[in-house]
């Protein structure tokens, strides 16, 4: 069982930048793909960003590349969401979330899907005023 704990969310104006946080409870992840998943008013949660443990492998949605950043604190059981340019679109909730690597997997975006991951934070409130 892992615990996946969002913080940094917040109201906050278009052109602002945020960097929201996910806090593990375990130390070692060395097995698992973290993402960043985001979930407007009305919308389907929707796939933002993916890091792999090590960080050698990311991965971007194409709505938010060139603006989002996916990062990760070995020491601190935490990965970082930095967030720049922030428009009224961007306005969400953002969920952490684990995918354990040890199962098998098939498909080259496999990464994108929610029911891939097995563990989900409680999600954390991003508002962008323009």
């Known amino acids: 069982q892992v615990q996946l704990v969002e913080s940094g969310g917040g109201l906050v104006q278009a052109g602002d930048s945020l960097r929201l946080s996910c806090a593990a409870s375990r130390r070692t992840f060395g097995s698992y793909l973290m993402g960043w998943f985001r979930q407007a008013p009305g919308k389907e949660r929707e796939f933002v960003a993916a890091?792999?443990?090590?960080?050698?492998?990311?991965y971007f949605a194409d709505s938010v590349k060139g603006r989002f950043t996916i990062s990760r604190d070995i020491a601190e059981n935490t990965v970082y969401l930095q967030i720049n340019s922030l428009k009224p679109e961007d306005t969400a909730v953002y969920y952490c979330?684990?995918?354990?690597?040890?199962?098998?997997?098939?498909?080259?975006?496999?990464?994108?899907?929610?029911?891939?991951?097995?563990?989900w934070g409680q999600g954390t409130q991003v508002t962008v005023s323009s």
């Open positions: 979330a684990a995918a354990d690597l040890k199962r098998l997997r098939y498909g080259s975006s496999w990464y994108k899907i929610r029911s891939e991951y097995d563990y």
């Open positions: 890091i792999t443990w090590g960080g050698s492998t990311t």
